[in-house]
């Protein structure tokens, strides 16, 4: 079922949305060589849970953390561990929040330290996929308009799209109907109505789009080895166009 959100639903969400920034901004200040995934864990925990929120994450499905961090050939999932983080790396964190009955959901990609060009294209590349993606989701349009706009941009530069994880929409659940793939045809799919609130949130890798899934059950990874950069925002369709939720407070 999708559900179409009543202005005070949607600002039930934005303020869930909103944890999840302060708290990706947090991540940010914080993610330097050294640091480990398992640090940036327990501090977005405990910034969370001072906003009378809970971690959207932790316990759902049976998944252990608050964070999904990703290094690296990690595409999304990743389990935050004592490893530490490396100069020239890049770090995919996403992060979700539920307050008041409501979700929300964020993701970015940070680069640790300097990194090259190539991861820097990844990163920038992989932002646009999501700037398009969200412009796309306009009233009277379609799911499959949105999925177009990031295989289009991502694979004119080279990049292998992920099929088998998708965006999804927001609310009282954190994953709900629609699914968003990030691929697709224009005029297809569902279509896109003013309340909808959707997580878009490209994946995209530096090599090819295979993926595969750890022995862990949860950390999937690149088939080939090579990186992979996620962003994600959660937004809402208005009849005057996308209301990005999450919205950058700092860059």
């Known amino acids: 079922m999708i559900h179409i959100r009543s202005r005070h639903e949607v600002d039930k969400i934005r303020r869930s949305c909103r944890i999840v920034v302060e708290t990706l901004e947090l991540m940010a200040e914080m993610i330097k060589p050294g640091v480990t995934p398992k640090e940036l864990d327990t501090a977005a925990e405990k910034y969370i849970r001072g906003q009378n929120a809970v971690p959207g994450f932790k316990g759902l499905y049976g998944y252990p953390a608050t964070l999904c961090v990703s290094v690296e050939d990690e595409v999304v999932h990743g389990i935050p561990d004592q490893t530490p983080l490396e100069e ?6 996403d992060v979700g929040a539920l307050k008041d009955g409501y979700y929300g959901d964020h993701a970015r990609t ?7 060009e190539a ?17 796309a989701a306009q009233s009277g349009g379609y799911v499959g308009d949105i999925g177009h706009a990031v295989q289009q941009h991502a694979e004119s530069a080279g990049f292998g799209v992920v099929r088998e994880l998708v965006g999804h929409g927001v609310g009282t659940r954190l994953h709900e109907e629609p ?52 962003f994600e925002h959660t937004i809402v369709i208005t009849a005057n166009g996308p ?7 700092t860059i």
């Open 119 to 135: 991861r820097q294209k990844l990163m920038t590349g992989t932002k646009e996929c999501l700037d398009l993606a969200v412009q």
């Open 243 to 249: 209301e990005i939720l999450t919205e950058y407070r």
């Open 179 to 230: 699914q968003v793939p990030n691929f697709g045809r224009p005029g297809f799919g569902a279509l896109l109505r003013e309340g909808m609130c959707l997580a878009i949130e490209p994946m995209i890798n530096m090599g090819n789009k295979d993926i595969y899934t750890r022995d862990d059950g949860w950390t999937v990874c690149t088939l080939d080895g090579k990186p992979s950069a996620h």
């Open 88 to 93: 020239g790396q890049i770090v995919a964190i």
């Open 110 to 116: 940070y680069a640790v330290g300097q990194v090259d």
